[in-house]
């Protein structure tokens, strides 16, 4: 079956300071990856995703994550951390089935001090 | 704003009793994908319907069910409500077609509280 970790309940970085959040998955087959992002009562927005080809994937907002097929991994990275940034970031694989539904971790939220 | 509307915003019931949940998905969607999110259990995935037919369950309570109308919105029905119940309850949906299948457009949710 297919899971995600993600380290990290809390990070907490400064304006301006690179953001890194870290996912790893666990897939039988080649999956595709998500990073979605929710802000305090609302719904789960799409940041980026990988499905196939280039494996550095450029989202919104400045984030790119980039697919390590040899360490399973997907992290989520940003240059310079806005405070506008600070919510909850998950990170979801699909197993390719019929369904194509998210499996997510557990989410990790984005401390930004000024 | 995704396009996904979920009616209602919040719900506060008792416990034994039934509430549904409405979801309209994107013009031209045709899956619709419900998730329930908790503290404890985190973004659980519960069904997913397509085109009016179930096409995938996932954790569901047999006290919950689910369907989807012809005109592609969806109804959540939880019954016998548990304490436990209470959570955030998500509507997705998705575009059929190869470009687009993989990805899915959020509603804002229907929080419900059962005391």
């Known amino acids: 079956a297919q899971s995600v970790t993600q380290l990290g309940s809390h990070v907490s970085v400064s304006e301006g300071a690179l953001v890194l959040l870290r996912c790893n998955y666990s897939?039988?087959?080649?999956?595709?990856l998500f990073w979605y992002v929710q802000y305090p009562n609302q719904g789960l927005q799409l940041l980026l995703k990988?499905?196939?080809?280039?494996?550095l994937v450029k989202g919104i907002n400045g984030f790119e994550a980039e697919f390590k097929k040899s360490e399973t991994s997907f992290h989520l990275t940003k240059p310079s951390a806005h405070m506008s940034d600070a919510a909850e970031y998950f990170c979801?694989?699909?197993?390719?089935?019929?369904?194509?539904?998210?499996?997510f971790g557990s989410g990790t939220r984005l401390l930004v001090r000024p | 704003d995704s396009g996904v509307t979920q009616t209602p915003k919040h719900l506060i019931t008792a416990t034994g009793q039934r509430v549904t949940l409405r979801c309209s998905p994107r013009?031209?969607?045709?899956?619709v994908y419900w998730y329930q999110q908790s503290l404890d259990q985190g973004l659980q995935f519960l069904i997913q319907?397509?085109?009016?037919?179930?096409?995938a369950k996932g954790n569901i309570l047999e006290r919950f069910s689910a369907q989807q109308f012809p005109d592609l919105h969806s109804e959540l029905n939880l019954s016998s409500l548990e304490l436990g119940d209470s959570a955030l309850y998500f509507c997705?949906?998705?575009?059929?077609?190869?470009?687009?299948?993989?990805?899915?457009?959020f509603g804002p949710g229907t929080r419900l509280t059962v005391t």
């Open positions: 319907y397509y085109n009016g037919e179930e096409r």
């Open positions: 990988y499905t196939t080809g280039a494996t």
């Open positions: 979801a694989v699909s197993d390719g089935d019929s369904s194509y539904k998210l499996i």
């Open positions: 013009s031209g969607d045709l899956s």
């Open positions: 997705a949906s998705s575009v059929a077609s190869d470009r687009r299948l993989y990805e899915q457009y």
């Open positions: 897939s039988s087959v080649p999956p595709y």
